[in-house]
């Protein structure tokens, strides 16, 4: 399908946040994002900030995302992003980022501690920011649209963090209770203890699926915790659990087998 990309600007009276939605959803996206008490909600094709002052300089452009006529629809869309036959591919298109990558393990409070890495953009004198990338459910730092999203960030010029959620990717042994995906301020803590590992360079989130949905919460708490998001990004983000186990019941049973077994 041929849907432009879309944005929602979010003013919590005395910061606004602006949110990137791929794919529309922008309605769902508003109901999910005025749940936050004191929050003002807009959407569409120009900013009211740019008269009010909420936000400085006016949102991004993006184009229309057009597939190929092979890859459209939501199926080949999903299965494209994680197929292994990519995988070579991926990673030599990633080899900059990954041969840059450092492993941090991330202070995220309570005694939680999660894991990432880190590559910088070492080909730019000046990072135009550090980008935070959060992968999706069973997905972890390496997952391949993770790879291909941090490389093109980082050939921009980008720093980019790869942020694994509690249980994902090499971080098993850091926590000793389960992941689920309440676990909100812990994420908020890793976002919060980046900040202070690079406090000069502007803020950038971004997450996949499930990850999507904890960039959206991630943002509506930024103000709060003092973390200066500039922009931040939600591809596909899972909004409603009870509505997304329930389309994994009765779906395409490879997705039942690919995030539940």
């Given at each position: 399908?041929?849907?432009?990309?879309?944005?929602?600007?979010?003013?919590?009276?005395?910061?606004?946040?602006?949110?990137?939605c791929?794919?529309?959803?922008?309605?769902?996206?508003?109901?999910?994002?005025?749940?936050?008490?004191?929050a003002?909600?807009?959407?569409?094709s120009?900013?009211?900030?740019?008269?009010?002052?909420l936000?400085?300089?006016?949102?991004?452009?993006?184009?229309?995302?057009?597939?190929?006529?092979?890859?459209?629809?939501g199926?080949?869309?999903?299965?494209?992003?994680?197929?292994?036959?990519?995988?070579p591919?991926?990673?030599?298109?990633?080899?900059?980022?990954?041969?840059?990558?450092?492993?941090?393990?991330?202070?995220?409070?309570?005694?939680?501690?999660?894991?990432g890495?880190?590559?910088?953009?070492?080909?730019?004198?000046?990072?135009?920011?550090?980008?935070?990338?959060?992968?999706?459910?069973?997905?972890?730092?390496?997952?391949?649209?993770?790879?291909?999203?941090?490389?093109?960030?980082?050939?921009r010029?980008?720093?980019?963090?790869?942020?694994?959620?509690?249980?994902?990717?090499?971080?098993?042994?850091?926590n000793?209770?389960?992941f689920?995906?309440?676990r909100?301020?812990?994420?908020v803590?890793?976002?919060?203890?980046?900040q202070?590992?690079?406090?000069?360079?502007?803020?950038?989130?971004?997450?996949?699926?499930?990850?999507?949905?904890?960039?959206?919460?991630?943002a509506?708490?930024?103000?709060?915790?003092?973390?200066?998001?500039?922009?931040?990004?939600?591809?596909?983000?899972?909004?409603?659990?009870?509505?997304?186990l329930?389309?994994?019941?009765?779906?395409?049973?490879?997705?039942?087998?690919?995030?539940?077994?």
């Amino acid at each position: 399908q041929r849907r432009p990309a879309s944005w929602i600007e979010v003013d919590f009276s005395k910061r606004s946040t602006k949110i990137s939605c791929a794919h529309g959803g922008l309605g769902t996206i508003t109901k999910f994002l005025q749940r936050r008490p004191g929050a003002k909600v807009w959407s569409g094709s120009k900013s009211p900030a740019a008269s009010d002052g909420l936000m400085s300089g006016a949102p991004a452009q993006l184009e229309p995302f057009r597939p190929s006529r092979l890859w459209r629809g939501g199926h080949p869309q999903t299965v494209m992003g994680s197929i292994p036959l990519r995988r070579p591919l991926v990673e030599r298109r990633a080899h900059r980022l990954l041969s840059s990558t450092s492993d941090v393990i991330l202070d995220c409070g309570r005694g939680v501690r999660l894991h990432g890495y880190y590559s910088p953009a070492t080909h730019v004198e000046t990072s135009r920011g550090v980008a935070v990338l959060i992968h999706g459910w069973e997905g972890s730092s390496d997952s391949l649209y993770l790879l291909s999203t941090g490389a093109h960030l980082q050939a921009r010029g980008y720093d980019v963090f790869r942020l694994n959620l509690r249980d994902h990717g090499p971080s098993h042994h850091l926590n000793p209770e389960l992941f689920h995906s309440n676990r909100i301020h812990e994420v908020v803590g890793a976002v919060g203890h980046i900040q202070d590992l690079f406090p000069d360079r502007p803020l950038f989130l971004a997450g996949f699926s499930l990850g999507g949905n904890f960039a959206l919460r991630v943002a509506l708490r930024a103000p709060a915790r003092a973390i200066r998001l500039s922009k931040g990004g939600a591809v596909c983000p899972m909004l409603e659990p009870a509505n997304t186990l329930a389309a994994l019941e009765s779906g395409w049973v490879t997705y039942r087998r690919y995030l539940l077994f």
